[in-house]
């Protein structure tokens, strides 16, 4: 009797069933597998019989999927490319490498992570993938399993079976031009707003939102006039002057250019403050997610905090490398 559980097919009936697509009849598939029509045709009314749903549409010729046979075509493809990678990844791991590793990056981190990832993925693996974006994008993409670490401001807290490991830690500030009013108070920041405009981080990111819900905590409504995806944008239009932004220091890092036009403070109100935190799920890939995080540390204590010092004191201020136990380094 068969579990309610049970797989509605196996990799050689998927096999079977991409075959006669491929082919375009049973009989052009049999001879090409080399077995028997029967045999073919046997093993496709049988998975036909465990999805409870025809296949093919049989009234014509050549055979012609129908929505349900269209369907599983899509998603054997990709089964059974990912089934036959397991044997050369195993050969692999017994030499200690892997055969292919994604990363998703927060874009906040590309500049000065991306090539440094780069090159310790290419000593671990044959083929390494790093994706920079939304961490929104990277997220979905973990959990669908079409990554295998990635770095964003989203811990996946409510999942289970996952692996994290603390990064960085930074408050948000307020970026404006230099001798602009100065901001200490919400009522402050409402009368800037009115002086300047501002330039906001989109809200398909994590850090729009953060933001977004900290001007609502504040009870400001400030009109939404320019967004960007990309720390880039957001800077470049402080820096020209005119604008002002909430931002955080490795967004500032990332932006890139000269900051000396731009003045640093604290937000008003309670403290705005996100981490960037590495996350896989456990016990897949060994040490690696463990040692991806500690270069991360160690790239972002040695190169990036002494910049963002020099850059602004208040930047500096505002970014804590984190131990492995999410405490502040002390290095």
Known sequence: ????????????????????????????????????????????????????????????????????????????????????????????????????????????????????LAQHLAARADEASVYSGLTSAHASALVTRNLD????????????????????????????????RPVSSVADLAALASELGFVRFSARSSTGVDIDRHLRRLGLEIPRAMEFDTPYGVSAMVARGGHFAITTPLCLYEGGGDLSTIEFVPTPGPQLRRQLTLVAFRHQFGRLPADVAALARGILAREVAPELKKAAPALGAAFSVLGSDGAVSSS
């Not at 998927?14 to 049973?26: D, K, Q, R």
């Open 149 to 180: 670490l990635m770095i964003g401001v989203d811990d996946l807290g409510d999942m289970t079976g996952l692996e994290r490991w603390p990064i960085v830690a930074e408050n948000y500030l307020l970026a404006k031009p230099r001798g602009s």
């Open 1 to 116: 009797m068969s579990r309610s559980d049970d797989l509605p097919f196996d990799l050689r009936s998927l096999s079977i069933f991409l075959a006669v697509c491929e082919a375009g009849g049973m009989a052009a598939a049999a001879r090409r597998m080399g077995l028997t029509q029967p045999a073919v045709s046997l093993a496709i009314a049988e998975l036909e019989s465990r999805l409870g749903a025809p296949l093919f549409d049989r009234s014509v010729r050549p055979l012609a999927l129908t929505t349900a046979g269209a369907l599983l075509r899509q998603r054997a493809s990709a089964l059974l490319s990912e089934a036959r990678q397991i044997g050369p990844m195993m050969r692999e791991a017994s030499r200690g490498r892997l055969s292919l590793v994604r990363v998703g990056l927060v874009d906040s981190l590309s500049r000065a992570f991306a090539a440094p």
